[in-house]
């Protein structure tokens, strides 16, 4: 197996792990990008960053907030899904958790950005 199909089954793995089945239904595509995934010359990555396609930004958003709730900043904590979802809904129409910590099947603390 080359390193890209290794490195695309365990973001795989990590997200059927991290996500509850309802949050994982919203999902349509999920891209992995940076140096976490090809690995860049003399640069350790210490951030996995994933760009999630989901069919409806705010039930995605009550799910992942329901089930991860440690994901999300103190805003969205108190707002709710209607803050991360109105963030979405505007331009370049993209709202990030940062520094999350995914935990994957072995228990292993994963730096992630999504």
Do not use: R, W
């Not at 999902?27 to 992995?32: D, T, Y």
Request: hydrophobic content about 35%.
């Amino acid at each position: 197996m080359d390193l890209l199909a290794s490195k695309k089954n365990k973001l795989i793995k990590l997200i059927e792990f991290s996500f509850d089945y309802q949050t994982k239904q919203q999902i349509i595509a999920c891209i992995g990008y940076g140096s976490s995934i090809i690995q860049q010359k003399g640069n350790k990555a210490s951030m996995l960053d994933i760009i999630f396609i989901v069919k409806n930004t705010e039930i995605f958003h009550v799910n992942n907030l329901s089930f991860n709730t440690n994901h999300y900043n103190l805003i969205s904590k108190t707002f709710g899904s209607k803050f991360p979802t109105m963030l979405n809904d505007l331009k370049p129409y993209i709202y990030f958790n940062h520094s999350v910590m995914l935990k994957n099947k072995e228990n292993e603390s994963i730096n992630c950005k999504y």
